[in-house]
Structure formats: structure tokens, C-alpha cells
């Protein structure tokens, strides 16, 4: 019992041809380069919150900021792996640009991953230009379509079916929300038809199997790992469903208490969207502690049906590895819990490693013994 107690919380996710993992005080990001090589990036993690900062609802807002910095700036730094090797293949023969990592960090500008890309002391450093101009999009793009256009779409089904239903009420908030619902699984779809997205879902399902083998206290092999489902109960297409079924709840609680905006139907419907804003961190840190209570106490028996709706998206967003994707989320994972051992000895930032093939990094002397 005392050795379970012991093991470090695992958290991961995918990015551009790689997978990043993170413990409590440590966090690595393997990248597979065209040429077979493994790039492992070790850093320390942030120091973990004390105070105010761990108390429920707050705690959920920190490590959703936090989150959000750190995976961005991971697959800002993949990206330019990524690009890298778009600018070394030389093929003066083909008249057709392959795909930038721009465009697929355009394509993956989910909330959840791309609302914040400043950086922070202990996240990765990218040396990314333009990230600024990047950051600003992606807000006013996660805005617009998972909070503008749920409220835009509601507002012409109430339109076209007369309706008459007040831009307040619970009715119109459901409307709302299961816009939301259908514009997030429909974006998710549309994204999944890229085939360097349906790349960066595959490393997505690596990371859960990866994930779901160190949990299971089994040897962190490609074998074991393959044979894991690519579903997780912690998952951030989780959160993004029960964001928006938690905000069903929440505004039509609010919505009569907030004042109504004068002027016509058009006024009102802006008014109640901008007086949404300030809710959204509150709807994030609820959302935050149901998942938290789902993943521990809903995974087995039946209450197993709270997480399907979250299981059912994730079948978009995930897809079954190839063997050498699971190398990588496996090998992310030995470097999270090596320096997650030696946190105490090991510096805080130390340069990029750099290893041929999976079987040279098995045996590194500190990878070989992280095994669970």
C-alpha cells in the first residue's frame, strides 16, 4: 500500500510527432525527428501550489493556466522540430508545399491547448517567434467558436422554430450548450480528416496507453502498452465536454439573477454574451473538481455512464497508435519518472538529449530503470 502511495501522478499530452509527460516536480517531451532520432527535452516542473492555490475551485483555475502554458509551449517547441525537417527534405521536383507546423498548431487552436502561449519559468523554451500575435489569435479564435458561436446558433434555432424563448433562460442555455457540444465533436471531426492531425490523435492514444500501463503497474513495454484501451478518464476532451455541460447548469442558474441589457433582441443577446466572460474560470474550476471526482470514483461499476459522453468524444480525438508512437509516449514517460526520482540531484534545465533509435534510449543508465 505504502509503495502505491508513493507513485508520482503521471499527466501527459500529445503534440506534433511526439508526446509530452509530466509528474509532480518533473516534465519531458520526446519527439520522433524524420530521421527515426528520439529529441528527449527534460525540464523541472513548476513548483507545486501551496496556500490559497490548492483549495478547491482555485486549484482548478491554476492548473488549467497552467496547463494550458505548458502544453503550449510544448508543441510550439515540436513544432519547430517539425519544421526543421520540412526545411532539410529538399524536393525541388514537387510542385505541392507540404503542410507547415503553422498550420497545424492553426488547425489544433482548441481552447484547451492554445488560450495561453506566453511563456513561464518552467515550461519548455521554444525560441518560437511571433507567439504574441499566435496567442491573440488563438483567444479570439476559441472565443468565437466555442463560446460566440454556440450563443449565435441557439439564437437561430430560437429564431427559426419560433421558439420565443428569452436569451437568459435555461431553455435558450441548453440550446446553447448542445450547440457547443455539436460544434466542438463537428470541429473534431473535420480536424481528424488532416492526416498530420490524425498523427497528432494517434500520439493522443499512445499517451493514454502509456499512461494506462503505468497505472496498472505493469513493465512500460511497447507489448503491454498496445494492449491498453486509448481512453482516459482524465482526459482534456473530457473536460472540453464537461465544460459545456457544466455551463448549461450554470447560466441557467445565473441568467435570471444577471440584468437585462434594453434595447432589441440583438442587444441583449451581446450583452448576455460578454456578461458570460467573467463566468467562464468559475465553469473551468468546476468542471475541474467533477473530472477530478469522476476519474477516482466513477472508472468501475455504474457509475462507469458519467464518463461516456467524455469516452464517446474521445474516440474522435484519439486513434490506435503505430508501435513506433508508442516508443515515444513510453519514452516520455521513463524520462518524466527518471527525473522525477532525481529531482532533488538533477538540475532544473539540462540540454536536449538526442538518441538514433528506442533501443539506444532504453539503455540510458537512468531511462533503463524507470520501469513503473
Request: net charge positive; hydrophobic share 45%; charged share 20%.
Amino acid at each position: 500500500m505504502s509503495q502505491e502511495v508513493a507513485r508520482p501522478y503521471i499527466g501527459g499530452q500529445a503534440v506534433i510527432e511526439g508526446v509530452m509527460m509530466r509528474s509532480p516536480r518533473s516534465l519531458s517531451i520526446v519527439c520522433r525527428r524524420r530521421s527515426g532520432e528520439l529529441v528527449v527535452r527534460e525540464r523541472a516542473a513548476p513548483t507545486l501550489a501551496q496556500g490559497p492555490r490548492t483549495w478547491p475551485l482555485v486549484r482548478g483555475i491554476v492548473t488549467v493556466v497552467e496547463s494550458l502554458k505548458l502544453g503550449s509551449q510544448a508543441l510550439r517547441w515540436s513544432a519547430d522540430l517539425f519544421e526543421q525537417d520540412l526545411d532539410d527534405e529538399d524536393k525541388p521536383a514537387s510542385k505541392k508545399k507540404p503542410p507547415t507546423a503553422s498550420n497545424i498548431l492553426t488547425a489544433l487552436s482548441l481552447p484547451i491547448l492554445s488560450l495561453v502561449t506566453s511563456g513561464g519559468e518552467a515550461a519548455p523554451s521554444t525560441g518560437s517567434k511571433g507567439a504574441g500575435g499566435f496567442g491573440f489569435i488563438s483567444i479570439l479564435f476559441a472565443v468565437g467558436l466555442f463560446v460566440a458561436a454556440p450563443q449565435a446558433g441557439a439564437e437561430g434555432i430560437n429564431k427559426l422554430f419560433k421558439l420565443g424563448l428569452d436569451v437568459s433562460s435555461p431553455g435558450f442555455q441548453a440550446l446553447t450548450g448542445a450547440a457547443k457540444l455539436l460544434i466542438v465533436v463537428g470541429y473534431m471531426l473535420l480536424i481528424r480528416q488532416v492526416a498530420e492531425i490524425r498523427r497528432v490523435f494517434q500520439y493522443h492514444g499512445a499517451e493514454h496507453k502509456a499512461i494506462s500501463t503505468y497505472e496498472a503497474h505493469e513493465e512500460l513495454t511497447v507489448e503491454n502498452a498496445a494492449k491498453k484501451t486509448t481512453l482516459h478518464a482524465r482526459c482534456g476532451t473530457t473536460f472540453l465536454v464537461m465544460v459545456a455541460l457544466v455551463s448549461i447548469l450554470v447560466f441557467s442558474a445565473i441568467g435570471a439573477l444577471l440584468p437585462t441589457i434594453p434595447g432589441g433582441r440583438l442587444a441583449q443577446s451581446v450583452g448576455f454574451f460578454f456578461m458570460k466572460l467573467p463566468f467562464l474560470p468559475f465553469i473551468a474550476a468546476i468542471t475541474y473538481e467533477l473530472q477530478r471526482f469522476f476519474a477516482r470514483f466513477c472508472t468501475v461499476g455504474p457509475l462507469q455512464v458519467l464518463l461516456w459522453p467524455g469516452f464517446l468524444v474521445q474516440k474522435i480525438t484519439t486513434a490506435e497508435p503505430e508501435p513506433a508512437q508508442l516508443e515515444v509516449a513510453l519514452a516520455s514517460l521513463r524520462a518524466t519518472l527518471w527525473r522525477e526520482a532525481a529531482a532533488t540531484s538533477a538540475p532544473a534545465e539540462v540540454p536536449d538529449r538526442v538518441f538514433p533509435d528506442y533501443g539506444r534510449l532504453l539503455a540510458d543508465p537512468g531511462y533503463v530503470g524507470a520501469r513503473v
